[in-house]
């Protein structure tokens, strides 16, 4: 059976790590996950680092510091496109989440449609994004990588205080320029109400291109139609890459005691067939796919509490294939690592401007 080890840091105290294991599942799709990653490791591909651990409450990366990056992302864009697009919403702690508990969907769905709309699709590049210089670029993608973690940590610390035992920490594990790969037509999934579980411990593909799922409009959007979503891009899995999530939070399934669970997808089932979509439609490729998980964890609270202390990946091992990554978006020069990096591809949507 295939393995991969992740070594784990504290992004302050760089000399402190730990270490967990993944066991892959032996399937297709989980061995070509796999495959795809020994690529990106032997590649030496750049991992990204200021958009990976998700939902844990007690993160050094507070929403004073998203909400810091948000505004530095939002005053990029504008001064580079001079009235011509311009993001006028505030990103402060108390925009975010006025009454100190609950985040302001109604923002938070602003500030990813202006995402979507400077940025385009995988398949459509926007005109936007095609004009903009480098830095405005990496502006245009870190709207949508501080909105997700910020929404991600606002809904942890909710529930560090009123249900604990429910904290949603993952892990979202992406590598700058990855290849991606076609989703294989006989791996596809059509609806059940169980392809949305999550499980303690388990490795998902990650999803690889830009745009929300049908679920993620179902939920932000909280059951509206179609017609009435502030969404310009909505999307279906079509590809897939070597990249993977960590589900670090306890199992919801729904054939588990979870009744909030149970309802919200009974509810999602009605709201696919008033909005047209058939459930038998693998093209849809519904839910999470599973390619893994990792062996001789101990509970969630203990595992919790360890990860907090590390969040940053040092070094990935898949068989006999490793890579190490030793640098931390704590680094004062982070952001100029990453354009730097990020400029072959920069270069290339620019050249598709008037094409």
Known sequence: ??????????????????????????????????????????????????????????????????????????????????????????????????DSINPNQELMNKLHNHFEVLQGTVWGLSDWYKRADYTTKFAIRQLNNLCHEAESLMLSQKKKIEAPQWIRPSQITTFLNSPRFQFPTNLKRTFD??????????????????????????????????DQSVCEAITHLRYYSGEFDIEWSRDVTYAGDYPWHKNRMDQFAEWLTKNGFDHSNPEYNFGYHEVGKIINLQDPEYEWSAISKHLDIYKIEAGDVSAEFNYSWADKDYYDQQISRLKPGYDYSSSLLNK
Request: charged share 30%; glycine share 4%.
């Open 193 to 226: 109400k169980s392809c949305y579980d999550r499980k303690f411990g388990y490795v998902y593909l990650h999803w690889t291109q830009i745009g929300k799922t049908l679920f993620e409009v179902f939920i932000d959007e909280q059951g509206r139609n179609i």
């Open 1 to 98: 059976m295939n393995k991969v080890k992740i070594v784990y840091r504290n992004p302050l105290e760089k000399h402190q790590t730990i270490d967990y294991t993944i066991e892959v599942f032996d399937n297709e799709l989980s061995n070509s996950w796999f495959s795809a990653l020994q690529n990106l490791l032997r590649e030496q591909k750049y991992l990204e680092k200021n958009f990976c651990f998700l939902g844990f409450p007690d993160s050094p990366r507070d929403l004073d510091y998203i909400c810091r990056e948000l505004l530095w992302a939002k005053n990029e864009i504008n001064d580079f496109f001079r009235g011509e697009y311009k993001i006028e919403e505030n990103y402060s702690p108390l925009d975010l989440r006025p």
